[in-house]
Nanobody, 130 residues
């Protein structure tokens, strides 16, 4: 069974930093694309960042230069380092995985793409106050 468990959310002032962690387990036959989506109240879920099977990252335009995703294969953990947080970053952040061979997180930013993700964590809340 695949399981994704997020941690690291919290409340910070604008300009502050947080590091999210996603502990992944249950992947047996291949290394999937893993990363992060977020959803703010009243808005649709949107892709934030992801890594492909080789660890190559992709980012939403809104977080480029501020967020960094990394993958620790030995520990089965995916991190999202979030710097220079803005109030508009406030959302529930979800770890997600796409199992398809040849998956490409760069496609995660297309409208409605979250519907095609294979696994989800339960989310961790990030609040950036102004």
């Amino acid at each position: 069974q695949v399981q994704l468990v997020e941690s690291g959310g919290g409340s910070v002032q604008a300009g502050g930093s947080l590091r999210l962690s996603c502990a992944a387990s249950g992947f047996t036959y291949n290394t999937p694309c893993v990363g992060w989506f977020r959803q703010a109240p009243g808005k649709e879920r949107e892709g934030v960042a992801g890594v492909d099977a080789d660890g190559s990252p992709s980012y939403a335009d809104s977080v480029k230069g501020r967020f960094t995703i990394s993958k620790d294969n030995a520990k089965n953990i995916v991190y999202l380092q979030m710097n220079s947080l803005k109030p508009e970053d406030t959302a529930m952040y979800y770890c997600a995985a796409e199992l398809a061979i040849g998956c490409y997180p760069g496609s995660w930013f297309e409208e409605g793409y979250y519907n095609g993700m294979d696994y989800w964590g339960k989310g961790t809340l990030v609040f950036s106050s102004s």
